[in-house]
């Protein structure tokens, strides 16, 4: 399998994302080709050994920049982004990966890519890492000011992933809401509810934010900005509890004065600190982004994966890893067949 | 200072809001007027002595149910929430209490306590509570779409609001976004930008989920949709976290080991486990709306607290308490000032 890399992704590109693409090629059994700026590319790649490895690079002359505007999409042909995206079109590569500017990966997934017949928006479903069950949540981030009529296709979409992904049968699918109730929502929520209860789904409601941690659905359908606020922000709740937990165990009164005094106290404490540790490290591996890697972009008719900006080389090798499962997943019949099997 | 409070309101009333009403008319130096179905309200009366206590009964005979459809107010004339809010008009009381339905309590309180002159919608704002340095959220559910101009108002009660409870010169306020660059945001988040950038408030910019959680504004505006989603969300990913931890520290395989065997391994696991307790507690502490009570309504021509519709008789206790603090801090004309000093 070959995955064509966006070398020039990322707010870390492009060192990390070589970094990250070296660790893949060895561990995941893929082919990797890099697209970017050849010379510094291979400035990059010279601090490993490649000899032998499945890595090459194809040389993009332009970069959008993590802050550019979307526009640029259509002024920069010759960009890392849009070179991959050509490549993944013509057959050269089974998927495209980008830790780039995410509005750029999906225009022009959109323009050279093209979307699956009969989808309007792809979307980006992510595994909500804070839920006692696996939860699919969808959009994070693709569609700030998607319509009712968007909002039911990503629950297509979602749920025949999830019935592939996880082999649940008929998942259950909820939409974010501010309140149980049927008529509780802002106006795209209450308009979306009853396409949702006509749409053949199994549509079990409103979801509360409280409810997306208990898992009450297996996709969790909302417009981009709510989901990429939710995904953020329990990303800075996760790390808020570790900091107030350490502040609690350490810097507890007790604690100070044991410390102070250097006395037998600090023995009761330490071990209770140590124990804690493993747990606080197994949470974050949880809560932590590098951890998935990356979020496919459901409805184009390719597999492409975005990853996080800030990803560090393990997050571009995870998401490695996730567009070579997506392929062997066969992402695009499956959502294909979703859409299909539904309207 | 008289609080009336709305008996008939909450998922547990009367019952809670008689026992919150009780230990607040002990413990927090206010009279009570307990508004609602007369004899109900007596029967739980009758289990708490309340001789020299100063609470005293009006009767409302109708209630407007928690689920509602806000239409119920203009219906229900003496629906317990208007009987109090035309008390807190006729100034019968300083302020109004209700853990009942909030759209209602809303719509009431706009048709009978009026708005301040020149404010379009009130808003609510409570107290973000897993930020490591205080940040007020607003708005927490009363305005599903607003308008770009309602967020700047919401952005003006919000930041004079805080200068006063806080004494904090200048706030900075942030708008919940997408994306830290200030063209990222909804088609509503983009709108207001350079609204508030031109408001002569201390706008810093966009804030996204993980930046709520760090602190970096006093102030952080939003659409009562996201704010609600934000808060509840936060609710659950506290005990989430709780129960991770939990389960990470007596359920680990070790710790099953030495559980099965008796072994002295269990030794060093409980201490870990005893000494985290207090911690756990702290922060769930820091966590729980009854800790809080309720948040103000802004905008409002009189101090009106919403509390939790699942609130308990603490929850209750700590809503009047709000009440009480927000009546001595002048709330009323802090908000007029905000508004009329901005525009």
């Given at each position: ?169 008929n998942p259950r699918v909820a939409i974010v809401s501010n309140g149980e109730e049927p008529d509780k929502g802002n106006r795209l929520v209450r308009e979306t509810f009853p396409l949702l209860q006509d749409s053949g789904l199994n549509f079990v409601g409103n979801a509360e934010g409280k409810d997306v941690t208990k898992g009450i659905a297996d996709v969790v359908v909302t417009d981009g900005f709510t989901g990429n606020v939710m995904i953020k922000l ?110």
């Open positions: 399998m070959r995955i064509v890399l966006d070398a020039m992704g990322g707010d870390h590109a492009p060192g990390v994302v070589i970094d990250g693409a070296a660790q893949a090629v060895r561990e995941l059994e893929v082919e990797i080709v890099l697209v970017g700026r050849e010379a510094e590319v291979r400035r990059e790649l010279a601090h490993h050994d490649t000899t032998g490895l499945g890595l090459s690079v194809v040389h993009a002359d332009e970069v959008i920049e993590m802050d550019e505007h979307v526009d640029a999409v259509k002024r920069k042909k010759d960009a890392s982004i849009r070179v991959g995206m050509r490549m993944l079109r013509e057959g050269q590569g089974d998927a495209f990966v980008s830790a780039g500017n995410s509005g750029a990966v999906m225009a022009s997934a959109i323009f050279d890519v093209r979307r699956i017949r009969g989808i309007k928006r792809p979307a980006l479903a992510v595994l909500y890492p804070a839920a006692l069950t696996p939860v699919l949540l969808i959009d994070n981030g693709a569609n700030t000011d998607p319509t009712p009529e968007n909002l039911v296709q990503f629950a297509q979409m979602g749920a025949g992933y999830v019935e592939r992904l996880w082999g649940i049968d329990s990303e800075g709740l996760a790390s808020f509890f570790a900091r107030l937990l350490k502040r609690e165990l350490l810097g507890g009164t007790l604690n100070k004065v044991a410390l102070a005094l250097m006395v037998p106290g600090l023995i009761l404490t330490l071990p209770g600190f140590v124990l804690m540790i493993p747990a606080l490290r197994r949470i974050a591996k949880r809560m932590d982004y590098a951890e998935y890697g990356g979020a496919p972009l459901l409805g184009v008719d390719g597999v492409v994966v975005i990853a996080h900006g800030r990803s560090n080389a393990k997050a571009i090798k995870n998401a490695v890893r996730m567009a070579r499962d997506s392929v062997n997943l066969g992402l695009v019949d499956v959502i294909k067949q979703s859409v299909r099997g539904r309207t």
